[in-house]
């Protein structure tokens, strides 16, 4: 078990007032028995604004917040303190007809897990689909092993890409992320979610936070720390969604914690939202991301003092 702090500040700024609209934001971990929230606080300015709740079609956590007076800045601060109870690597149960590949979902899990299962990118020369294949490998004396595969896909990903590190909104497609050979983290878990659904897996992307024990210093540092991270989950039956980063070669969700789960990148931005007024107002954005281990009581209070 890991107690984690999370700290995640969004700063726009404009070189005169201008009005907003309404802005959503995804900066609430989910809840689960692996995951549990101790602590959270948003804090918005300009100020007042009206905070709404709601969950979307995937059951993630929404604030939608509203404001009713200009402002040359906008802020948006999250502060979450979290327990979170990873999977151990390579622990995960998978029912006997399933640990080899290919297999099929029962009948009472297609209806589900079928839009998870569609690919949504074009690969008209099938170039996605052949690397995914490459993975399709005789085990000894039988067919594929499905764990296997899947690890061997993350981690063929994080020794054979380059990782790069954008700015700019949205994900590239899976086919050029494979011919340019380089990404974001949100462009290798589509990537890898696409591949894993060409081969018949149902996989979804997943967007949250990562741990980067380097940050506390431990040694090994990680990529994608100091900001949102992605990666994907597949589902195999008997152990449920499990999840892959194929950014640092990451099975079974250690160091991972999970905000939102989508279909799809575009429906798992953090934060989105409208401004109005010239377009030369806008002076530019920063965000910046710490995810620390908590400090115990003691070792606080005695800072403070």
């Not at 086919?175 to 589509?190: E, H, K, P, Q, Y």
Request: hydrophobic share 40%.
């Amino acid at each position: 078990m890991m107690t984690l702090d999370i700290d995640h500040t969004t700063i726009y700024r404009y070189a005169n007032p201008v009005t907003f609209g309404d802005h959503r934001l995804m900066f609430r971990p989910r809840d689960s028995h692996d995951l549990r929230l101790l602590k959270t606080e948003l804090v918005i300015s300009p100020t007042p604004a009206k905070v709404r709740w709601l969950h979307d079609v995937f059951g993630n956590s929404i604030a939608v917040a509203s404001f009713d007076q200009p402002a040359t800045e906008l802020r948006f601060e999250s502060h979450i303190r979290v327990e979170h109870y990873p999977l151990g690597e390579l622990e995960f149960p998978i029912e006997e007809y399933a640990r080899t590949y290919p297999f099929s979902y029962t009948a009472e899990e297609v209806p589900d897990l079928a839009l998870y299962t569609q690919r949504h990118y074009p690969d008209p020369d099938h170039v996605v689909d052949n690397w995914a294949k490459g993975f399709v490998v005789l085990g000894e004396g039988g067919p594929p092993d499905t764990q296997e595969m899947l690890v061997n896909m993350t981690r063929s990903i994080k020794e054979s890409f380059t990782y790069q590190a954008r700015d700019l909104e949205g994900t590239q497609s899976p086919v050029d992320t494979l011919t340019g050979n380089g990404g974001s983290c949100r462009d290798f878990a589509l990537f890898m979610m696409e591949a894993a659904r060409s081969l018949g897996f149902a996989a979804r992307f997943v967007s949250g936070y990562l741990y980067d024990p380097a940050r506390d210093g431990a040694e090994g540092a990680m990529v994608g720390g100091g900001a949102t991270h992605a990666w994907v989950d597949v589902y195999l039956p008997g152990a449920g969604w499990v999840e892959f980063d194929p950014t640092n070669g990451i099975i079974g969700g250690k160091n991972l914690i999970r905000v939102a789960v989508t279909r799809d990148p575009t429906q798992a931005v953090p934060l989105a939202g409208s401004w109005t007024g010239a377009p030369a107002d806008f002076l530019g954005m920063t965000v910046d991301v710490q995810v620390t281990s908590a400090k115990p009581a003691g070792v606080e209070a005695a800072s403070a003092a």
